[in-house]
């Protein structure tokens, strides 16, 4: 007996060893390592394999500076190149990303040339670089925004505008920028709560955008109505809230992002942390999904942290996929174009993949860089199949191939039985298939009221058409017939009574 | 009581919703209805609510099944109406109310007639709409809990022989009677599992030194 169970125990372990490689290959896509959740319908965490997988995390040595990063806090891709704001040191590194792991360093530009005073940086806090190759640098310490070519020639600077709206007593404090493709400038400063600084591509300032909507409630404002002047200078001043970064997106809208939020105000939706703006300075992002654009949904005292996320940056993909980064649990929250969330992943912590804390993030095709300040790292992360998938499945169904997509998200379905969208997307695909039992099945399961309405309409509607003979001889049956029943006892009455047949 | 009796005093809920003032008068004057109707009345009540979560349609009632227990569901129906009718006859009594705790028991349970009678067909009517034509369920639920409500203040009024005012005066300051009889309870249960406790404590502490 004890020898067979030798015997066994040795052929386990052959088994097991045989079939190793390919455990460690299924472990490998990030499934049972990474932290990636995501809310269903009822807005319980629903556990998922890993979207993204950590790729490395490169250090200034890694990218082969002589200096380390001292609090980088600007990130920004062009094609291939990344554009990092060593903001402690004064200085702006260039990288060329050559293949998937590694990263070239280019050049470090701490020094311009040309016709102007300062020729060195101070504090900067963000870049922009256009297709057309100009490099726009907010330069915070010497309050400017410089324009320089390619060959870091100075071409012009953007400075505090000399206009009547703007308080000339404020320092001009250009923290985070964006171009958009007729050369104008939006910029956010700090300590100005009106919005964003917007210039003329000649560098006149044109005035602000995209300034939130001031929201106070109206207990608040009755106080303020009967308050002492010392007490309503003590209380909060119903101000718009300032942004803390900006994203200029493929369809040229801006994402812009507001760490200024309260618990209460995330609670009741009355701060708007993320917001997609229009050239009005509306907010147009749609907010289809069962929660809120908002990050975390709780945020209990869990680890140390509280309060609601704080949105850093935002980042959106190319078929309008847009990423959040918080800075408190130091989350990336993945959402679609409709407002759904698709993932959430990341944390806090020394492993590769968590940050300590980040200042940026932003994308090269798929692939996610996150710029952590106090670790003074680049994070890069790339999709694993199960995001990939997802992206496929946006990407078909955004192009009309609903069939495709609908296959697609059975094979997202299988990887990850909790969620929710494979679920909607494959009735949406049935659904574009006309057929409706099925899509209201799916949708049933996923809680989706709307669709399964769309879907039951139809449904319903083939139903009677299929079954109208039934329905007529069912009416029949139920009115017409005791009708004709009674009228026919009331002729026979009649008769039975009429003189004529009395004998 | 015969199967006929039950019968007819069941069916005579139907006249009751329809004709409250008259009806409740008779209800418990000529002895129209019975205890075992308003019983039966009470639990389709239980029923109609029950089968509503399994089998309203999603569009129009969402449900935590994972958060649902069904005696506890049972319990939040029943219990307000048992303090209710107690809380009403305790304070009645007192200002001349006519009426006996069967006779509120009994007319608290008529006057809920309407609820399995529209929550039924509605369970029905949820399969076989769509959320924009939700309308009308949702306008026949409402209309339903006031009918429920216009019925349950003709009820006190006929069954105390009550002015308008003081029946409504007296079915909020039931309210507040059954407030106070929560709280007696929660006293009291506190108190004798303090009090078991206690003895447990004892008896434990014996064993020790034993």
């Given at each position: 007996m004890k020898r067979s169970m030798n015997y066994l125990a040795a052929l386990i372990f052959s088994v097991s060893f045989l079939s190793g490689p390919t455990v460690a290959a299924y472990a490998d896509d990030g499934s049972e390592r990474g932290y990636t959740y995501n809310y269903d319908y009822w807005g319980d965490v629903q556990y998922s394999p890993d979207a993204y997988s950590t790729v490395d995390v490169y250090t200034a040595t890694d990218l082969g500076l002589n200096k380390g990063f001292n609090a980088p806090s600007g990130l920004y891709v062009q094609g291939d190149d990344v554009y990092i704001c060593d903001t402690g040191n004064n200085r702006i590194v260039q990288l060329k990303?050559?293949?998937?792991?590694a990263f070239k360093q280019i050049r470090v530009i701490d020094e311009i040339k040309g016709?102007?005073?300062?020729r060195t940086f101070l504090k900067p806090t963000d870049i922009c670089v256009t297709k057309d190759g100009y490099l726009y640098i907010c330069d915070k310490g010497n309050n400017r925004i410089l324009k320089l070519d390619q060959d870091l020639n100075f071409v012009m600077m953007f400075q505090k505008?000399?206009?009547?709206?703007?308080?000339?007593?404020a320092e001009f404090l250009p923290n985070k920028l964006e171009v958009d493709a007729a050369g104008r400038v939006y910029c956010i400063a700090d300590n100005?709560?009106?919005g964003m600084i917007k210039y003329d591509a000649d560098g006149t300032f044109t005035g602000f955008y995209g300034a939130s909507q001031v929201t106070y409630n109206f207990s608040d404002y009755i106080w303020k109505k009967y308050a002492t002047k010392a007490q309503r200078a003590a209380m909060e001043s119903f101000v718009p809230t300032e942004y803390d970064n900006i994203y200029m997106d493929a369809e040229g809208f801006i994402f812009a992002c507001t760490t200024n939020v309260s618990d209460k105000g995330m609670d009741t939706g009355s701060d708007v942390p993320i917001r997609r703006l229009n050239l009005m300075g509306q907010n147009i992002l749609?907010?289809?999904?069962?929660?809120?654009?908002?990050?975390?949904l709780y945020w209990g005292l869990g680890g140390g942290y509280k309060g609601p996320s704080l949105i850093t940056d935002i980042t959106a993909l190319d078929h309008g996929i847009y990423f959040a980064i918080d800075k408190v649990r130091g989350r990336i929250f993945g959402y679609d174009k409709q407002g759904h969330m698709l993932y959430a992943f990341g944390g806090n912590?020394?492993?590769?993949?968590?940050?300590?804390?980040?200042?940026a993030i932003d994308h090269m095709e798929n692939d996610l860089l996150v710029l952590d300040s106090q670790d003074a790292s680049l994070t890069v992360f790339t999709p694993t199949e199960f995001g990939n998938l997802i992206y496929q499945a946006i990407t078909e169904y955004d192009a009309g191939d609903y069939k495709a997509s609908g296959k697609t998200w059975e094979k997202v379905k299988v990887q990850n039985?909790?969620?929710?969208l494979a679920y909607v997307g494959i009735g949406t695909s049935l659904m574009s298939q006309e057929k409706y039992k099925e899509a209201m099945k799916y949708f049933e399961l996923k809680w989706d009221t709307r669709n399964y309405s769309k879907a039951f309409k139809q449904y319903r509607k083939e139903w009677v058409e299929e079954h109208i003979g039934l329905l007529f001889t069912g009416v029949i049956l139920l009115f017409v017939l005791p009708a004709l029943i009674e009228r026919g006892k009331k002729i026979k009455y009649q008769i039975d009574t009429a003189e004529i047949f009395k004998e | 009581m015969t199967a006929n009796r039950y019968v007819s005093t069941l069916k005579y809920s139907l006249y009751v919703i329809t004709h409250p003032l008259d009806g409740f008068w008779d209800l418990t004057h000529e002895k129209r209805g019975s205890l075992a109707a308003a019983n039966t009345i009470v639990l389709l009540t239980l029923l109609a609510r029950i089968m509503s979560l399994q089998?309203?349609?999603?569009?129009f009632m969402q449900v935590y099944r994972e958060g649902i227990n069904i005696f506890v569901y049972i319990a939040s129906i029943l219990f307000p109406l048992v303090l209710f009718c107690v809380g009403n006859w305790g304070l009645t009594t007192l200002f001349?109310?006519?009426?006996?705790l069967s006779q509120i028991c009994m007319g608290a349970g008529y006057a809920l007639a309407p609820y399995p009678l529209i929550r039924f067909p509605m369970i029905i009517l949820s399969n076989l709409i769509t959320v924009e034509e939700g309308a009308f369920y949702n306008f026949a639920l409402v209309f339903m809990m006031g009918w429920i409500a216009v019925l349950m203040i003709c009820a006190m009024m006929e069954i105390h022989e009550y002015t308008m005012t003081k029946t409504i005066l007296f079915m909020i300051a039931s309210v507040f009677a059954m407030l106070v009889m929560i709280f007696i309870l929660l006293l009291f249960f506190s108190m004798i599992s303090q009090g078991i406790s206690y003895f447990v404590s004892i008896v434990k502490e014996i064993m020790f030194r034993m």
């Open positions: 990303r050559e293949n998937k792991n016709d102007v005073e300062v505008p000399d206009n009547v709206v703007f308080d000339q007593s100005i709560n009106k749609i907010q289809n999904g069962n929660y809120r654009v908002m990050g975390d912590g020394n492993i590769n993949g968590s940050f300590k804390l980040p200042s039985g909790n969620y929710d | 089998y309203t349609n999603f569009q001349d109310g006519k009426g006996k």
